[in-house]
């Protein structure tokens, strides 16, 4: 069983959620407008969320920087880097932008090129993709170590290792599969539950944006369930409004009492 925390960004948030594949949990989430003063401190902001997370956590004896840690790189910095080891995070897996200028063996040229004249082994052992790994460097991030792969006939990417150690390409993807999770899981958030409706101030955005994490977390209690067991969150969250009262349906699916007014 695996598991990492993931960083992700979304429109107005900035949010931790761990992982124990296939199953995605949010464990903070922040509202980050783009305009103000978090528009430029978003790296602050994360640190300060890691920091108060790895707290709370180490009480109940667990060390979430032990845990393989995966971002986006908008924000990403060499001194965002340092940060994250100083805070004790050793494997780091960052996706890397198309528009980012690399130097490779004396080569300098923006990452979308590279990913054009790589040449890409064929898959391996541990990795299923067709992909690469080298050393590179580039003005924000020094030198590191850069993985490529190519997921289809047209489209390319790439990683960087941000970790303490190095790592074996294999290492890396086996982290960086679980982004999958991830990205549905903030698409199921904006599509299923509405994210980007909420337009209350203050606490109350807050309560709402609460009440939909509750409400993923029901339906992903119910998916647990053997008559939901094959059906998609979209599907389960159809069946649901479907019905002709919730707590009928809490109260066949779920043993423990529910309370509701």
Same mark, same amino acid.
Request: proline share 3%; aromatic share 10%.
């Given at each position: 069983?695996?598991?990492?925390?993931?960083?992700? +960004?979304?429109?107005?948030?900035?949010?931790?959620?761990?992982?124990?594949?296939? %199953?995605?949990?949010?464990?903070?989430?922040?509202?980050?407008?783009?305009?103000?003063?978090?528009?430029?401190?978003?790296?602050?902001?994360?640190?300060?969320?890691?920091?108060?997370?790895?707290?709370?956590?180490?009480?109940?004896?667990?060390?979430?920087?032990?845990?393989?840690?995966?971002?986006?790189?908008?924000?990403?910095?060499?001194?965002?880097?340092?940060?994250?080891?100083?805070?004790?995070?050793?494997? %780091?897996? %960052?996706?890397?932008?198309?528009?980012d200028v690399?130097?490779?063996?004396?080569?300098?040229?923006?990452a979308s090129?590279?990913?054009?004249?790589?040449?890409?082994? !064929?898959?391996?052992?541990?990795?299923?993709?067709?992909?690469?790994?080298?050393?590179?460097?580039?003005p924000t991030?020094?030198?590191?170590?850069?993985?490529?792969?190519?997921?289809?006939?047209?489209?390319?990417?790439?990683?960087?290792?941000?970790?303490? +150690?190095?790592?074996?390409?294999?290492?890396?993807?086996?982290?960086?599969?679980?982004?999958?999770?991830? !990205?549905?899981?903030?698409?199921?958030?904006?599509?299923?539950?509405?994210?980007?409706?909420?337009?209350?101030?203050?606490?109350?955005?807050?309560?709402?944006?609460? %009440?939909?994490?509750?409400?993923?977390?029901?339906?992903?209690?119910?998916?647990?369930?053997?008559?939901?067991?094959?059906?998609?969150?979209? !599907?389960?969250?159809?069946?649901? +409004? +479907? !019905?002709?009262?919730?707590?009928?349906?809490?109260?066949?699916?779920?043993?423990?009492?529910?309370?509701?007014?």
């Amino acid at each position: 069983m695996g598991a990492l925390i993931k960083v992700i +960004r979304g429109q107005d948030l900035l949010g931790i959620v761990f992982t124990i594949q296939p %199953i995605a949990l949010p464990l903070h989430v922040l509202f980050c407008p783009k305009q103000g003063r978090y528009h430029t401190t978003k790296a602050d902001v994360l640190i300060f969320m890691l920091t108060q997370r790895k707290t709370a956590l180490l009480r109940e004896g667990i060390d979430i920087s032990q845990l393989p840690l995966t971002m986006d790189a908008a924000y990403v910095s060499q001194e965002l880097r340092q940060r994250l080891h100083q805070l004790g995070f050793i494997d %780091i897996i %960052i996706a890397g932008k198309g528009n980012d200028v690399l130097t490779i063996d004396t080569q300098k040229w923006d990452a979308s090129t590279w990913k054009k004249v790589r040449m890409f082994e !064929e898959p391996t052992w541990g990795i299923d993709v067709p992909s690469c790994r080298l050393w590179g460097s580039s003005p924000t991030c020094g030198s590191l170590m850069l993985f490529f792969f190519r997921k289809s006939t047209t489209r390319s990417y790439y990683l960087m290792n941000f970790s303490q +150690r190095s790592l074996r390409g294999a290492e890396i993807w086996h982290i960086w599969k679980q982004h999958h999770v991830m !990205e549905c899981f903030w698409k199921i958030m904006q599509s299923i539950f509405q994210l980007r409706s909420m337009h209350l101030q203050g606490d109350g955005l807050y309560t709402a944006l609460l %009440i939909k994490v509750f409400a993923y977390l029901l339906a992903l209690r119910l998916q647990a369930q053997g008559v939901f067991s094959t059906l998609t969150m979209t !599907e389960i969250m159809r069946q649901l +409004r +479907r !019905e002709a009262d919730v707590r009928d349906c809490l109260a066949t699916h779920f043993h423990a009492p529910f309370s509701i007014g």
